[in-house]
């Protein structure tokens, strides 16, 4: 039997920790380079800005330059490469990101036709010449001339007579460079993807819903291939467009997210850039490869704030297109009445802040002090100065009925019809205040010919009650519409 220098890779999908890299005709550099500082710009769109600088000694003259721990999900049409030192000196002529990375299925690639060695789960050893590696099988010609098909997985490891030329252990750009050589300063500028952050607030509501505390964090997921130690790091909130990107544009995935790192002893900078957020941490940020890490970047107490309650038993509304004529349009049967939380972000309320777009997390204490969760939603980006309003869920004690109790044609482009909402309020000892928007989705051309209560148009297509129902009772809405439109 043939004697192998042992490369083994386990097939649960183990790499190689180390190799030889196969070079050009052109001298190397050294691949061992002085870091000099990552500057790390992510935005909230699932991408990255990559700004890293190191130090080499370059040969003069044409050589090659390895620039490793680039992140896996690199884009590479979007990297520039420079020397700070002597720019004027230094030119580029070729640019490779190289990503053929040591794996099972890069080698069984390698090797085919060749001679490898597999041992199976029971310890049974088979030699031969690979003639396949796919579909989830090794197909082997064996030295007396028959054929094996072992399943992967059968097999335990997979020897190799050696590592073949060319493949890494990490995603490289490789330069080919002309330079007067020395050491040289240079900058790495590059977008890639797996790193995105967004905002996660906590706001503790008071118990007669009046004011509530905000804590917001930033949460910076990275899940690129790549570490970035003590960055300088910058998060632009924002919707900053782009362009679609490729399908073989190579994202990391396969992530494990690991433990929250919280980090509040410095304030985050906050200021505007161009038509957007940007945030800064005035600290060194160490940002680890599958790694969940948390920043605390706004807090305030104190935020006057309402919580209000809507009944919107009619269907949605998504525009007018043609007459609505059927009787049971819009129809739904709904009597879930809505709790929503409002506020306002402007200096008056104790806030003063941009909250960029996140998740949102609302608690209330109960009697024993204990923080309970009272829903969960999201917000969109919202500046300094305007009002948020989050849906927090529906209220067990409130009920709402709304029947249609009239419809008629009073001619072929004429119709009237009536409605009765009841809203019953079973609470103890508390009256509230329920908003009841009806959208008209019959025909732009209306007209509400009687109510029984004050009612606000509030857009084109919907008119707005308004009513207060005390405490064990029930309020009772009227309402008849015509609409009109041209034969």
Do not use: C
């Not at 790694?291 to 919107?312: D, L, M, R, W």
């Amino acid at each position: 039997m043939r004697k192998f220098k042992r490369v083994t890779v386990l097939l649960a999908g183990v790499m190689l920790a180390a190799m030889v890299v196969g070079t050009t005709g052109a001298q190397d550099a050294p691949t061992d380079p002085q870091p000099d500082g990552v500057n790390l710009t992510i935005y909230n769109q699932g991408t990255a800005l990559v700004q890293d600088r190191r130090t080499f000694d370059l040969q003069a003259g044409i050589s090659t330059l390895d620039f490793t721990d680039v992140a896996a999900s690199i884009d590479s049409t979007s990297v520039s490469f420079k020397s700070l030192t002597d720019p004027t000196g230094t030119s580029v002529l070729e640019q490779n990101y190289v990503y053929d990375l040591v794996g099972s299925g890069a080698l069984l690639e390698r090797y085919l036709d060749q001679q490898i060695e597999i041992v199976t789960n029971d310890g049974t050893t088979f030699s031969g010449q690979l003639l396949s590696g796919r579909n989830g099988e090794i197909i082997l010609k064996l030295e007396d001339g028959q054929v094996a098909v072992v399943s992967l997985s059968n097999v335990r490891d997979v020897r190799f007579p050696a590592l073949p030329d060319g493949l890494i252990t990490r995603p490289t750009l490789r330069w080919l460079l002309d330079s007067l050589g020395g050491d040289q300063q240079v900058e790495l500028t590059y977008l890639a993807g797996g790193l995105n952050w967004t905002a996660d607030y906590i706001f503790l509501l008071a118990n007669d819903n009046s004011a509530l505390d905000l804590n917001g964090w930033i949460t910076l997921t990275n899940t690129s291939g790549a570490t970035f130690e003590d960055a300088k790091l910058k998060l632009v909130a924002g919707d900053v467009n782009r362009l679609p990107q490729p399908q073989d544009m190579g994202f990391a995935d396969g992530a494990v997210m690991a433990e929250y790192e919280r980090a509040s002893d410095d304030k985050v900078e906050q200021r505007d850039f161009n038509e957007y957020k940007l945030y800064e941490i005035p600290r060194p940020v160490t940002v680890a490869d599958n790694e969940t890490k948390q920043v605390e970047f706004v807090s305030s107490t104190n935020i006057p704030a309402t919580t209000f309650f809507v009944y919107e038993g009619g269907g949605a509304f998504y525009g007018y297109y043609g007459p609505v004529t059927d009787q049971y349009y819009g129809q739904t049967g709904i009597t879930d009445v809505q709790n929503w939380l409002e506020f306002t972000t402007g200096a008056e309320n104790n806030l003063d802040a941009a909250l960029p777009a996140g998740r949102v997390r609302v608690y209330q204490e109960d009697v024993d002090g204990s923080a309970l969760l009272i829903g969960e939603n999201s917000i969109d980006h919202t500046p300094k100065g305007e009002q948020v309003q989050i849906y927090l869920g529906n209220s067990f004690d409130l009920v709402g009925e709304r029947t249609q109790t009239n419809f008629v044609y009073l001619s072929s482009n004429v119709i009237e019809e009536t409605f009765e909402i009841r809203l019953r309020n079973r609470k103890e000892d508390q009256a509230v205040e329920i908003r009841v928007p009806e959208h008209l989705y019959r025909w732009s051309n209306w007209e509400i010919l009687s109510s029984s209560d004050p009612f606000t148009k509030v857009d084109s297509a919907t008119a707005e009650f308004r009513v207060t129902v005390q405490p064990g009772e029930e309020k009772v809405i009227t309402y008849t519409v015509r609409y009109t439109w041209p034969n």
